[in-house]
Nanobody, 126 residues
Framework: QVQLVESGGGLVQAGGSLRLSCAAS????????VAWFRQAPGEEREFVAV????????YYADSVKGRFTISRENAKNTVYLQMNSLNPEDTAVYYC???????????????????WGQGTLVTVST
């Protein structure tokens, strides 16, 4: 079992930055692929970014590419999402998710993640 807790959300003006954190329980965090998803009001939960378990390689949704960076510190059981150049369309509840699946692709489907945090709200004002 893995328990995930997000933090770092808040209110920021357009053009600003935030860094989200996802702290995980367990001693084998490095074996998990971890992703960030987000869900805006009235919308489905969508993929944002993923960091794979093996080499820690990363992949991003087109909407955040070049502005967001996912990183991980396995020694601290923590994954981060650095968000720069935020705009109002980035307003959403952000969730981290983890899976122990061993696949040679970037997992972008929420149905393939087994563990979820409670979410942290990011609000970007104009």
């Amino acid at each position: 079992q893995v328990q995930l807790v997000e933090s770092g959300g808040g209110l920021v003006q357009a053009g600003g930055s935030l860094r989200l954190s996802c702290a995980a329980s367990g001693r084998t965090f490095s074996r998990y692929t971890v992703a960030w998803f987000r869900q805006a009001p009235g919308e489905e939960r969508e993929f944002v970014a993923v960091s794979t378990w093996s080499a820690g390689s990363t992949y991003y949704a087109d909407s955040v590419k070049g502005r967001f960076t996912i990183s991980r510190e396995n020694a601290k059981n923590t994954v981060y999402l650095q968000m720069n150049s935020l705009n109002p369309e980035d307003t959403a509840v952000y969730y981290c998710a983890a899976t122990a699946r061993r696949v040679t692709r970037y997992i972008q489907s929420r149905d393939e993640y087994d563990y979820w945090g409670q979410g942290t709200l990011v609000t970007v004002s104009t």
